[in-house]
């Protein structure tokens, strides 16, 4: 269930990896997904416990690029609709629209899981003391030769994108709170 460390890992391929796993516990699930004498909170309950905690292992130390995210979202969107199953109608069983699964779904989407997850990290790291070793690789700046094109986001930097979109300063002194930043990670999930 670990996460694959390799000169060649990036983003995508770790999270297809994570992807194959998901699906294979979702599969081992199918049964109790569409079983129609559960109720459908608790179909659910099952995805969010069992399921999702699967795909979302080391997401902390993800990069969302949009790529990734709609990657993230048409596969919850996928597991949804499997337990939702079809909208009844004259005609038979219609495939539910994208937005009437959110309306029915209504709790935090992955994306905003994943988003919160990264900042209760980047809080926990804040409050490390400085001879940890992550820490340490944390507040240092990465000593590589420069590639060609656009340099690659940085989870640092994707992580302070996301506080500055929901306009949260001073998110170092903030993070020593537990509290404090407890609550900054709710706006998200």
Do not use: F
Request: aromatic letters at 6%; glycine letters at 4%.
């Amino acid at each position: 269930m670990g996460t694959r460390i390799s000169s060649k890992c990036d983003e995508e391929t770790e999270l297809d990896m994570r992807l194959s796993k998901a699906n294979k516990c979702a599969g081992m699930m199918n049964h109790l997904l569409r079983a129609k004498d559960l109720a459908i909170s608790t179909r659910m309950r099952i995805y969010q416990t069992i399921i999702r905690p699967t795909i979302l292992y080391g997401a902390e130390t993800w990069i969302l690029n949009r790529k990734v995210q709609e990657k993230l979202l048409r596969w919850e969107r996928k597991i949804i609709r499997r337990i939702l199953g079809g909208k009844k109608t004259e005609e038979g069983y219609v495939r539910r629209t994208n937005n009437e699964i959110y309306e029915i779904y209504k709790a935090p989407t992955i994306d905003q899981v994943v988003k919160a997850r990264r900042l209760q990290w980047l809080g926990h790291i804040e409050r490390m003391p400085e001879e940890r070793i992550v820490k340490r690789i944390e507040s240092k700046a990465p000593e590589y030769k420069k590639r060609r094109g656009r340099p690659r986001k940085r989870w640092k930097q994707s992580v302070l994108e996301n506080l500055k979109e929901k306009k949260i300063e001073d998110w170092r002194n903030k993070a020593l709170n537990r509290k404090t930043w407890r609550n900054i990670t709710k706006l998200w999930a």
